[in-house]
Nanobody, 124 residues
Framework: QVQLVESGGGLVQAGGSLRLSCAASGRTFSSYVMGWFRQAPGKEREFVALISGSGGSTRYADSVKGRFTISRDNAKNTVYLQMNSLKPEDTAVYYC?????????????????WGQGTQVTVSS
């Protein structure tokens, strides 16, 4: 069982930056692929980024590539999402998720554990 708690969301102007954190419980954090997803009102949950257990491999959605960076600190059981050059269309609830099967998937259905989400609002 893994429990995930996101933090770091908030209101920011377009062009600004935010850093999201996701703290995980459990002793096997490094065995999970970790992902960030987001969901805007009236839209489906969409993939943002993922990172391998070691942190050596990452994958990004085209919409955030070059602006967002995912990283992890396995000693702290924490995964991060640094978001730069934010746009109003980045406004959403952001969720972190853990994939025990290490499928490196962009599909939410492949993830076993989810946090409660943190709101990110980008004003124009």
């Amino acid at each position: 069982q893994v429990q995930l708690v996101e933090s770091g969301g908030g209101l920011v102007q377009a062009g600004g930056s935010l850093r999201l954190s996701c703290a995980a419980s459990g002793r096997t954090f490094s065995s999970y692929v970790m992902g960030w997803f987001r969901q805007a009102p009236g839209k489906e949950r969409e993939f943002v980024a993922l990172i391998s257990g070691s942190g050596g491999s990452t994958r990004y959605a085209d919409s955030v590539k070059g602006r967002f960076t995912i990283s992890r600190d396995n000693a702290k059981n924490t995964v991060y999402l640094q978001m730069n050059s934010l746009k109003p269309e980045d406004t959403a609830v952001y969720y972190c998720a853990a994939d025990g099967s290490r499928s490196y998937s962009m599909r939410p259905s492949e993830y076993d554990y989810w946090g409660q989400g943190t709101q990110v609002t980008v004003s124009s």
